[in-house]
């Protein structure tokens, strides 16, 4: 099968990869050269192309998460030359292809980098800290069954598409490696807004946006600088409206919920 | 065996209604005595654990992603039907029931199918009351497309992110249960085996992919929600993890695996594009309602297209064959998948294909963008657009897209009955897992639908039956039965880490694919399928002499999950290839050469192969023995499918 | 803790905190600005020495004074209690970092803009405040404007700034201040949850032109000073 651009010539690399063995183990990055790379790849198939001669030479694979490989999952990571799911803006890394890196590069590929992202395996981190988030309160509290008819709540479109847009939160966990704090205020307040602009999260905002919060400072994540950076590397553009629109609404809930 | 699918008596519309007043109930207070096993998160598996959770029962939930949000569920990007009727157009329960039968080319069974449509309007009400933002019109309702081939519009969707947005509704719904205490979350485990004690399914044991630790889980009753096996094929739509271990080993330990041979190949993905492809990519087929499918008329101008001697914008409008909108008026390039899957495949069998290798077609949106302007199809489909020009690093406003069909999606699964239970007791099997609502083929926009309705309104009410009629007692995990699970899912791990071969997992996996795809694919007949029943045993014959498998199992070990994978694969495999050779008929995805008309169409045979084939495993190597499940219709009249 | 300690200890009650006292601070600012421009007045100074006894004397603006002080205070605490733990988010560093490609150097660098400014004005009040206010440091010297006598603050200053380091420190500084408020100012309408597509773009244009604005009143008084001498 020939590639779809056959006049896209093979590049060689150099890869300097974080290699750790588990959570109590010290890592350190790890050089490997790796030839004939198709510009046609993506990231993650170049990853492939380097575990299988690791394999063959009797190496063990570099371990790295990835499941969908179509943007959507939010599983793949990595920290690529700097930046969280590389160079390329509203990318996920499974995404990104060898087209944007060039014959000779040095590739430098780390794992999100976060007190409260552990590090499992090599480039694996355990993210269950932002499940606990929204165990905190990302819900609205129905029960299946006994619901009222799809349209007897109408939303208007401006609202719908706004919640949708926050709601499209894959939860890699980009912002937080691209925040100088890593902070989780991206991820949080997608959650926290979405509902909150819509009529059905709106009975438990209040507790909601508390809850949301604390649990996030019980995770041990940063508070948020306002730099930008986490909206500027999330892969589906989550905006930073959001993070105020947060702030509003926890503000509102502090002042007047009744949780003393 | 006699295969009871325990279809309630009585008319059509009437028979889950009354099913429901006659199944069983669990006294409220008597459900927090009852354990139940959920595995996998998708939107099957976790609306079925949420809401079990809410009910009242003890659930365990299992999956081997970092986070239940991330099952492949959440890929889906097309839409959910629901027979809502929001837009006057004559829709009906009976319509997308009678669809969805008719799609499945007649293979599925009429009282589930007659359910799901029922059901299906409970499920939108449910997102919405969740905060799933689906698309809306200017008043504030809820809006509406035609998906799939449809003749109605009932196809509810979120962008292009339908299936994202439904799973973090159920998501959501299963972190409230989790933070009430109600599920017990088991992220990064997989199951290995099922555990049965006294012909009961009674538990499973998992490994904890983080540590390697073999662990076993006891329960009253055991729902596997684990997907398809698409990535027999290796190279699919599927998610690289979507595997089907779960089901195969509880096959292995006596569930029947139905229609193995009946899988979806979708017509519009991003074709391969070099040895090193690890996956394919599913471009929505909503892309087909404005794009046109064609391939150069002559094999002499796809000859120099390919050479590139003249580029797509060269060829004239009357050198291009806009073969499906020649072949099929009526429908036009909104043809059901398996008919636009096979057309694209013909036309590069003639050597009319695009693209380097010549397994492409064009979906040209050239016209459409002429009549409504290019931001009106950036509002439509700009994600896609996005996408394709991502992964191909070509403009498609600019040039057609170039695509091919790839597996996507499988109608075979474990055999349940109308409960959703297997033949084994207490083992139940929903969504993709399960095979019984699709038939030989699904309809674009229908696999969301039955997760979901599996999952909140099905399961729930048919376990509950059978848990009344289950005593409280739990079995100990230190009962022998879950001993000896555990000793041979550490021996299998054992032998694949004591072979230290010469060949990767992967290497194995992409031959396996290969042979699928070539004589199991979109196209089959019996000399191949011998072949490639040889071949995919010597293949698992070598994989269990040569394959390579590193590090220990007491660590992060990816390369071992994925040897217990395709282990499996290489068994499924050729039941696959079993299930095929026996059907010897064409129907839905299931296409063989030998059957077809002079149009070369599918052509079924209703007088021999109107059964839902059942296989019941005999061993390793040994022939598997096939138990027929009659299907009758009561209510549709078989015809041939028609889409001129 | 009851809910206000609570809310306030929070990360987003401490960012909260930073946005109010650190817009009163923009508030003080104006007020010394306008305050200073008296300065210029061409007068030897009669203006700034009656401007500066009012300041020291006046009931209410030494009950402010006190409530400036809290300010201070509570914006360097919490941007100490925010710095420590955004630090501890992120106990392994990245081998290689390139936030230039996702954010302003200000908006990472407002720790540093702030030590800047706490050192400057550490300075500021040991060569201005203290002597006027307590007579400690050296003191001031006398002025009798219309028979009455007071200090003569306006000296202080002209003297001051005739040494060049002394104009460099303060120029450096309210570059410092610049950059602080640059991203200081719209930010904490953002932690405030002030934000709306009509008025944010707004805030953001006022909040560039006002820090630099301002920061500039104040430059220009050493760099006058030092050249009119």
Redesign the interface.
């Known amino acids: 099968m020939a590639g779809s651009n056959p006049n896209a010539k093979p590049m060689d690399l150099t890869l300097k990869i974080w290699r750790q063995k588990d959570r109590n183990t010290a890592g350190q990055l790890v050089t490997y050269p790796l030839k004939n790379i198709s510009p046609d790849m993506s990231f993650l198939e170049m990853l492939d192309v380097l575990n299988e001669e690791l394999l063959v030479r009797g190496e063990e694979p570099v371990a790295f998460d990835h499941d969908c490989r179509e943007g959507i999952c939010g599983m793949c990571s990595l920290f690529i030359n700097g930046r969280a799911h590389g160079p390329e803006r509203g990318t996920t890394t499974c995404q990104l292809h060898m087209r944007h890196f060039n014959h000779g590069d040095t590739i430098t590929i780390e794992p999100w980098r976060a007190a409260a992202f552990p590090v499992h395996k090599d480039l694996i981190v355990d993210r269950s800290a932002f499940d606990r988030i929204q165990q905190a309160g990302g819900y609205v509290s129905v029960n299946t069954g006994g619901v009222p008819d799809a349209n007897e709540i109408p939303i208007p479109k401006t609202i719908a598409d706004k919640a949708f847009d926050a709601a499209t939160c894959i939860g890699c966990g980009a912002c937080v490696a691209a925040c100088k704090n890593a902070s989780a205020m991206l991820f949080v307040s997608a959650k926290v807004s979405q509902l909150a602009m819509l009529p059905q999260g709106k009975v438990e905002a209040k507790t909601r946006a508390e809850n949301m919060v604390a649990q996030m400072d019980v995770e041990g994540f940063g508070a948020c600088s306002n730099t930008g950076a986490c909206a500027a590397e999330c892969p589906v553009g989550i905006s930073l409206d959001n993070i105020a629109m947060l702030n509003r609404e926890y503000l509102g809930a502090k002042a007047s919920s009744e949780n003393v | 065996m006699i295969l009871d699918s325990k279809i309630p008596e009585g008319a059509l519309a009437e028979k889950w209604d009354k099913h429901k007043f006659n199944v069983k109930l669990v006294n409220p207070a008597n459900k927090r005595k009852y354990d139940i096993i959920v595995v996998g998160t998708g939107l099957a598996g976790a609306s079925a654990a949420a809401t079990l959770g809410e009910l009242g029962y003890n659930v365990k939930a299992f999956c081997f992603q970092d986070s239940p949000r991330r099952a492949h569920s959440i890929a889906a990007q097309g839409g959910i039907n629901a027979a809502k009727n929001y837009q006057n157009d004559g829709d009906s329960i009976f319509r997308l029931f009678y669809d969805t039968i008719k799609g499945g080319d007649y293979r599925a069974r009429e009282a589930n199918v007659y359910r799901l449509a029922q059901v299906s309007v409970n499920i939108i009400d449910q997102c919405v009351a969740q905060g799933v933002p689906f698309a809306r019109e200017y008043g504030g309702l809820l809006a509406n497309r035609s998906f799939g081939g449809a003749q109605v519009s009932r196809t509810f969707y979120a962008r292009g992110q339908t299936g994202q947005q439904l799973l973090l509704g159920a998501y959501s719904a299963l972190n409230r249960q989790i933070a009430y205490g109600k599920v017990k979350m088991y992220p990064r485990t997989e199951m290995l085996d099922l555990v049965m004690v006294d012909g009961k399914a009674r538990g499973i044991v998992v490994r904890n992919l983080i540590t390697g630790k073999i662990e076993s889980h006891s329960a009253h009753a055991v729902v596997l929600a684990t997907g398809g096996y698409g990535n027999v094929f290796f190279l699919s739509t599927n998610a690289m993890g979507s595997n089907a271990t779960a089901a195969w080993r509880a096959h292995k330990k006596g569930a029947l695996f139905a229609n193995p041979c009946f899988t979806q190949i979708h017509p519009t993905c991003i074709p391969v594009s070099g040895e090193y492809q690890s996956k394919l990519t599913l471009m929505s087929e909503s892309l087909r309602n404005d794009g046109r499918v064609w391939v150069p008329k002559t094999v002499e101008i796809a000859q120099r297209l390919r050479k590139g001697e003249i580029t797509v914008n060269d060829i004239k409008e009357e050198d291009r064959d806009y073969y499906l909108e020649r072949k099929y008026p009526a429908f036009g390039n909104l043809v059901p998948r398996d008919v636009a899957s096979r057309n694209a495949k013909l036309m590069c069998d003639e050597g009319r294909g695009v693209g380097a290798s010549g397994l492409a077609v064009y979906l040209d949106f050239a016209d459409a963008i002429r009549r409504e302007g290019q931001p009106a199809i950036a509002a439509k489909y700009g994600n896609l657009f996005d996408m394709y020009a991502k992964i191909t690093d070509e403009n498609p406003y600019e040039k057609p897209m170039r695509i091919y069909p790839a597996v996507h999606y499988t109608m075979g699964g474990l055999w349940v009955d109308y409960n959703l239970m297997t033949n084994i007791p207490g083992l139940y099997a929903t969504g993709e897992c399960n095979f019984s609502d699709h038939g030989a083929n699904r309809l674009g926009a229908s696999a969301l639908m039955q997760g979901l309705a599996d999952g909140y309104f099905v399961i729930p009410y048919t376990i509950g039956d059978y848990l009344a009629q289950t005593p409280y007692d739990k079995v100990s995990v230190d009962h022998p039965a879950f001993k000896e699970a555990e000793q041979n899912v550490k021996a299998t791990t054992d032998r694949l880490l004591a072979i230290k071969g010469n060949r990767t997992v992967d290497d194995f996996h992409k031959a396996l694919g290969l042979l699928m795809w070539d004589y199991c694919g979109m196209a089959r007949n019996a000399e191949g399928l011998q072949f490639a029943k040889h071949e995919i045993r010597k293949l698992r014959d070598e994989f269990w002499q040569n394959v390579k498998v590193t590090g220990v199992n007491e660590e992060l070990n990816q390369t071992l999950e994925k040897a217990h994978r395709v282990a499996d694969f290489l068994e499924l495999g050729e039941l696959m290839v079993d299930d095929a050779l026996n059907r010897n008929e064409s129907c839905g995805g299931h296409f063989r050469e030998e059957y077809q008309t002079p149009e070369n169409e599918a052509l079924r045979d209703d007088e021999n192969y109107a059964y839902v084939a059942a296989w019941e495993f005999t061993g390793v190597g040994n022939e598997p023995v096939l138990h027929k499940e009659e299907l009758k219709f009561e209510n549709v009249k078989l015809t041939q499918r028609s889409y001129k | 803790m009851?809910?206000f300690t609570k809310?306030f200890s929070?990360?987003?009650?401490?960012?909260?905190i930073m946005s109010i006292t650190g817009l009163f601070l923009c508030s003080f600012l104006v007020v010394h600005l306008i305050g200073n421009l008296t300065l210029f007045k061409g007068d030897d100074g009669v203006t700034f020495n009656l401007y500066s006894h009012f300041m020291a004397n006046n009931p209410i603006i030494r009950t402010m004074e006190i409530v400036l002080v809290l300010g201070f205070v509570f914006h360097i605490y919490d941007a100490l209690v925010?710095t420590r733990?955004?630090k501890?988010?992120?106990?392994?560093?990245?081998?290689?970092?390139?936030?230039q490609?996702?954010?302003?150097w200000s908006?990472?660098n407002?720790g540093l803009l702030g030590t800047v400014i706490l050192v400057f004005l550490i300075i500021h009040l040991w060569n201005f405040f203290v002597p006027a206010r307590f007579g400690a440091a050296g003191g001031l010297e006398g002025v009798v404007i219309e028979n009455v006598d007071y200090d003569n603050l306006y000296l202080k200053v002209v003297q001051s700034f005739q040494i060049w380091w002394y104009v460099l420190i303060y120029v450096i500084s309210m570059i410092a201040l610049a950059y602080h408020l640059i991203?200081g100012f719209q930010?904490a309408?953002?932690?405030?949850?002030?934000?709306h597509k009509k008025y944010t773009p707004f805030i953001k244009t006022f909040g560039v032109v006002f820090s630099i604005a301002v920061c500039f009143g104040f430059a220009i008084i050493p760099i006058y000073f030092f050249f009119a001498a």
């Not at chain 3, 929070?10 to 909260?16: A, F, H, L, P, V």
């Not at chain 3, 490609?101 to 302003?104: H, L, V």
């Not at chain 3, 309408?189 to 934000?195: A, D, I, N, R, V």
């Open positions: 009851n809910w809310t929070s990360t987003i009650g401490r960012k909260i925010l733990r955004n501890a988010a992120r106990p392994v560093g990245y081998a290689e970092n390139h936030p490609e996702n954010s302003t908006s990472r407002m991203h930010s309408f953002q932690s405030l949850g002030l934000t």
